[in-house]
């Protein structure tokens, strides 16, 4: 699917997310990466063969005061 060099991490790499973006839509909350990942603002990911990875924010900073 890639032709860029040196190539996209495919799908089922650790360091998918580092795929080059191919197409932008913000307003609607979701990207396409190179490597075929749909990925989401809220950090959830498709991947091309249908799997669901769920949204992995990093959680938040206890240390703050509410």
Not at 11 to 39: M, T
Not at 40 to 64: C, K, M, W, Y
């Amino acid at each position: 699917m890639c032709h860029h060099m040196p190539p996209c991490p495919t799908a089922d790499a650790s360091d998918r997310e580092a795929a080059l973006l191919i197409a932008s839509h913000p307003e609607q909350g979701w990207s396409l990466l190179c490597n075929g990942i749909l990925l989401f603002e809220d950090t959830g990911e498709i991947l091309p063969n249908g799997a669901i990875i769920a949204p992995h924010r990093p959680p938040a900073d206890a240390s703050v005061a509410a």
